[in-house]
């Protein structure tokens, strides 16, 4: 099976950089993906690394390091609106679905 | 159409009842999805169709009956529910279920409430 760990919660200030990381433990997967939740909504698709090193959209950024079992979602210029949950999530090798982290609480202060 | 449209968005429903939750998906994805997600916790995964054809159960309770009428729309069928049941219902829905691409589109959910 899959386990990923990710802080529970993270607290920052409007305008800062955050780094929210991820550990997992999975025999093969395609990639790590990353979702964000707001209070009351849906999931939502932010990002996906197949591949080792940074991918870049817009404010938000995310690294995968196959070797070390890690990535890390890096959110940039922080707004109050980006408070919400950030989930970690992989699919393994095989006909599997994603499997989610256990999310991190961002809260965005001023 | 880039959305996952679920119905209703809120239900409260008796122990006795039978209600159906509906989910209605136009991207032409062959991956369809139920989740469950209580308060503060990440989605759990129930079922899983791929292609109109239930792939996995994860060793959900008979009371949860699912059904895939076409490659656009998925069911839950609900009966007999207990309290412990009240949850956010997430449908998803993405191109593949083994393939590389990493995204699903979820649906906004309905909010059970079981009484």
């Known amino acids: 099976g899959q386990s990923l760990e990710q802080p529970s919660e993270v607290t920052a200030v409007e305008g800062a950089i955050v780094q929210i990381n991820c550990t997992y433990q999975t025999s093969g997967f395609y990639g790590l993906s990353w979702y964000q939740q707001h209070d009351g909504g849906a999931p939502t698709f932010l990002s996906y690394n197949a591949l080792d090193g940074l991918e870049e959209t817009g404010r938000f950024s995310s690294f995968l390091s196959r070797s070390d079992s890690y990535g890390y979602l890096l959110l940039q210029e922080l707004q109050m609106k980006d408070s919400a949950s950030y989930f970690c999530?992989?699919?393994?090798?095989?006909?599997?679905?994603?499997?989610f982290g256990k999310g991190t609480r961002l809260s965005v202060i001023a | 159409d880039t959305e996952v449209t679920q119905t209703p968005k809120h239900l409260v429903m008796g122990m006795t009842n039978k209600k159906s939750l509906k989910c209605e998906q136009h991207?032409?994805?062959?991956?369809m999805y139920w989740y469950k997600q209580k308060a503060k916790k990440p989605p759990e995964l129930m079922f899983v169709?791929?292609?109109?054809?239930?792939?996995i159960n994860e060793s959900v309770p008979s009371r949860f009956s699912p059904e895939c009428p076409n490659s656009s729309l998925l069911n839950l069928h609900l009966h007999a529910l207990q309290p412990e049941d009240s949850a956010l219902y997430l449908c998803?829905?993405?191109?593949?279920?083994?393939?590389?691409?990493?995204?699903?589109?979820f649906g906004s959910g309905t909010r059970l409430t079981v009484v």
């Open positions: 998803a829905s993405s191109h593949y279920t083994g393939q590389s691409s990493g995204g699903y589109t």
């Open positions: 991207m032409g994805h062959r991956a």
């Open positions: 999530a992989v699919r393994a090798l095989g006909n599997t679905p994603l499997v």
């Open positions: 169709y791929s292609y109109e054809k239930l792939s």
